[in-house]
């Protein structure tokens, strides 16, 4: 049952009003929860926490903040408050531009699980249950267990394409420093020794998705929307490539692995080491810089408007060149494309 309610509605109790009033009252009867009651005065430029009792921390300028609608608000809590729900007032302002992403923004912020809108003109309220994204299961009700390592770009293209997913996972930290993943605990999950590692626990039995673009590969076929791949054949191709280019042709050569074999079985030093990378670093985002020129109808992301599949990959390589210093300048369209994808999830 829903426990926290988002009611953005005008609470004057006007004759318009009151229908949408008393069905936001069965609501919170009905589900028990809590009501956090927005109300939305389009003609203030400030707003303000009346009630206090969930500390919903807005804005204060009280003073400016016209009287009429804090006594309603205040008495519309109250009316609820008095038949045993459990309460909170807001007045918010907005104005028809910016209401819709006010009103989601309280929703997220209060982690509320239930919208209610209450129509003055409809007479009524239109309720949208919010997808909550804490569920560590995936739409085949599996629990999931991410191993994966904060610096790891392949492990990062993951975590991005499931958060981009809104899909949730247990997190199991494998640190590469001090060499977890060669662990004979780890290669019993992944036996290369490589992360990522997605461990399924379902109805199914324990299964485990290894090598990232097979486990992006498998979240897109599970949880389709939002989609990473765009809808014809030839925009899918050109995504798959500039993804391909970083997975395919930067990232494996520029691996731990591959950097520890040159140091330790071809006597590399640093200063070599830090030129085989560029060398394919440079190789990479060139090709990729032109691709990006050349397409006209590109948004902020690598492809179109929305990020897709070529977004999830270049993000993490962009971090990483920037970790090995590159001078990311020459690289405009690829460094701007990271920039304006998904901010990297925390650790
Ligand atoms: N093709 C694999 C590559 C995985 C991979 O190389 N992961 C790196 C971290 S980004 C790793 O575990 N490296 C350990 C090592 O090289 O010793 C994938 O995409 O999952």
Redesign the pocket.
């Known amino acids: 049952m829903y426990k926290r309610i988002l009611l953005a509605i005008d609470t004057t109790p006007t004759e318009e009003n009151i229908s949408a009033l008393k069905r936001a009252e069965q609501i919170g009867l009905l589900t028990g929860g809590t009501l956090y009651v927005l109300h939305v005065a389009r003609s203030h430029i400030v707003s303000g926490d009346i009630t206090g009792g969930a500390g919903l921390g807005v804005r204060s300028a009280e003073d400016d903040v016209e009287v009429a609608d804090r006594n309603a608000v205040q008495s519309f809590v109250d009316q609820l408050s008095a038949l045993g729900i459990e309460a909170h007032g807001e007045i918010v302002s907005a104005t028809e531009h910016d209401i819709a992403s006010v009103i989601l923004q309280r929703a997220r912020d209060l982690d509320a699980d239930l919208l209610v809108l209450g129509h003055q003109h409809h007479r009524g309220v239109g309720m949208m249950p919010l997808q909550r994204h804490n569920t560590t299961r995936d739409r085949g009700g599996n629990a999931m267990q991410l191993y994966s390592?904060f610096r790891?770009?392949?492990?990062h293209r993951l975590r991005i394409a499931l958060n981009l997913k809104g899909v949730a996972y247990e997190y199991k930290a494998v640190d590469?420093r001090s060499e977890q993943?060669l662990d004979a605990n780890y290669k019993a999950i992944q036996p290369q020794?490589?992360?990522?590692a997605l461990v399924l626990d379902g109805e199914q039995g324990r299964r485990v998705l290894?090598?990232?673009?097979a486990i992006i590969e498998w979240l897109e076929e599970v949880h389709p929307t939002p989609a990473l791949l765009p809808a014809s054949p030839e925009d899918r191709a050109r995504v798959r490539a500039l993804a391909a280019v970083v997975?395919c042709d930067i990232?494996?050569v520029n691996?731990?692995?591959i950097l520890?074999a040159l140091r330790h079985d071809f006597s590399a030093d640093e200063a070599t080491m830090q030129r085989w990378c560029a060398t394919w670093i440079n190789d990479g985002f060139d090709a990729i810089e032109a691709l990006l020129a050349a397409d006209a109808h590109r948004g902020d992301f690598c492809f179109g408007r929305a990020p897709t599949l070529a977004d999830v990959y270049l993000i993490p390589q962009v971090e990483s060149a920037r970790r090995f210093k590159m001078d990311l300048g020459r690289w405009p369209l690829a460094a701007a494309a990271g920039v304006a994808g998904p901010a990297p999830p925390a650790a």
């Open positions: 390592f790891s770009g392949t492990s590469l993943h020794g490589l992360v990522p290894i090598q990232s673009p997975g990232h494996p691996n731990r692995r520890e």
